[in-house]
T-cell receptor, first 113, second 112 residues
Framework: KAGVTQTPRYLIKTRGQQVTLSCSPISGHRSVSWYQQTPGQGLQFLFEYFSETQRNKGNFPGRFSGRQFSNSRSEMNVSTLELGDSALYLC????????????FGPGTRLTVL | QQQVKQSPQSLIVQKGGISIINCAYENTAFDYFPWYQQFPGKGPALLIAIRPDVSEKKEGRFTISFNKSAKQFSLHIMDSQPGDSATYFCAASISGTYKYIFGTGTRLKVLA
C-alpha cells in the first residue's frame, strides 16, 4: 500500500495570504489528523477528521481550518498567514479498525515571508 | 495535565551503546503511548507503542519500559547504530480521541 502523501512538499507565501495543503491517506484509512511542527513548540495537534466530520480540534485560532472529502482526502487551509505559521505541517492517517496507530506523511514545509 | 515531558533534549551515544530516552505524563486517562522516529525532511515513523496493561514491550533493538504508578515510560535502544541518529518523540493519547500529545523530542546522535 502507498503511504500518506502530502502536496505540495514546499510552499512559500507572504503574510496575509492564504494557503491550502492537501493530504491523501493510506488507502482504506478514513481518519486523517493534522499536526503543526515547529522547533519551538514541537508537534501540536490541529484537528482530526473522520468520514468528512471534524471530531477533534486542537488549540489553534480559527484561521486554521480543514475539511475531508468523501474519498477521505483532506485539505487544510490557513487564512491571513502570519510569520509564526511557518512550520512543517504533517498529516497522519489511521485505520479506524486498527486502534490508535497513526501513520504520518512527509509533511508540507510552509515558509511565510 | 495534557503535557508529556521528554528528556534529554539531546543525546550522544557511542556505537554499540544503549540509548535511553525518558517521558513523563500527568493525565492518567492516557492509555496509548507510541514512540516515533523522525529523520530530517521526513515525517515521524512509528517505532513501537505500549498500553498501560504491560510493563515492557520489545521489538528488535527497541524496548519500551512503562511504569504506571510513576506515570513514566522510556525508550531503550540497544546496540545503538549510526543509522539510529534521528529525533525521537514520545507521545500519549486517550483511546477514542486519536489526538496525540507529543513530547518535545530528543535528538540522538550515535557516533561511529
Amino acid at each position: 500500500k502507498a503511504g500518506v502523501t502530502q502536496t505540495p512538499r514546499y510552499l512559500i507565501k507572504t503574510r496575509g495570504q492564504q494557503v491550502t495543503l492537501s493530504c491523501s491517506p493510506i488507502s482504506g484509512h478514513r481518519s486523517v489528523s493534522w499536526y503543526q511542527q515547529t522547533p519551538g513548540q514541537g508537534l501540536q495537534f490541529l484537528f482530526e477528521y473522520f468520514s468528512e466530520t471534524q471530531r477533534n480540534k486542537g488549540n489553534f485560532p480559527g484561521r486554521f481550518s480543514g475539511r475531508q472529502f468523501s474519498n477521505s482526502r483532506s485539505e487544510m487551509n490557513v487564512s491571513t498567514l502570519e510569520l509564526g505559521d511557518s512550520a512543517l505541517y504533517l498529516c497522519a492517517s489511521r485505520d479506524q479498525r486498527g486502534g490508535n496507530e497513526q501513520f504520518f506523511g512527509p509533511g508540507t514545509r510552509l515558509t511565510v515571508l | 495535565q495534557q503535557q508529556v515531558k521528554q528528556s534529554p533534549q539531546s543525546l550522544i551515544v557511542q556505537k554499540g551503546g544503549i540509548s535511553i530516552i525518558n517521558c513523563a505524563y500527568e493525565n492518567t486517562a492516557f492509555d496509548y503511548f507510541p514512540w516515533y522516529q523522525q529523520f530530517p525532511g521526513k515525517g515521524p515513523a512509528l517505532l513501537i507503542a505500549i498500553r498501560p496493561d504491560v510493563s515492557e514491550k520489545k521489538e528488535g533493538r527497541f524496548t519500551i519500559s512503562f511504569n504506571k504508578s510513576a506515570k513514566q515510560f522510556s525508550l531503550h535502544i540497544m546496540d545503538s547504530q549510526p543509522g539510529d541518529s534521528a529525533t525521537y518523540f514520545c507521545a500519549a493519547s486517550i483511546s477514542g480521541t486519536y489526538k496525540y500529545i507529543f513530547g518535545t523530542g530528543t535528538r540522538l546522535k550515535v557516533l561511529a
